[in-house]
């Protein structure tokens, strides 16, 4: 279950869409169950990193989901499929994204909270959310 929010920046007219929550693929599952589905969901190198850590650990979980991220140097928003693999609650994989423009560590925002952002299009801090186009899905 999740939800879509769009931005459209008042300048330039460019818009875009940030998923947040699970659907679709992408949601929480033991790593054993992602792994029998033989579908590659995740980045390669995600996806290479879950098959190394189940040959040499118990069973583990996964808790996967769109979240959105902003850099905090650029405050350009990114929509990324988060990875969390656990063994009895310990973290034993987390992912980490970087800004595509400054390489910056991205931080999780609360996109629900966001009221504006720098539009990727234009470079102004003219990107603003659109609360006619939120979308709901299971």
Known sequence: MGKAYTYRCDRCGFEDQFNEGHGFLIHPQSLH??????????HHKTHNLLKHLAKQNSPLFIDAGFKTYKCPHCRLLYDKVSVTVTDNK????????RCSNCRARLKLTNIHRLK???????????????????????
């Not at 029998?36 to 995740?42: A, N, P, S, T």
């Not at 310990?90 to 994204?97: A, C, D, I, P, Q």
């Open 33 to 42: 169950s992602y792994l029998q589905k033989r579908e590659v969901l995740f």
């Open 90 to 97: 310990k973290v034993l994989h987390k992912s980490e994204f």
């Open 116 to 138: 504006m952002a720098v539009c990727p299009a234009c470079g102004k801090n003219t990107f603003r959310f659109d609360p006619r186009k939120m979308v709901l899905w299971d």
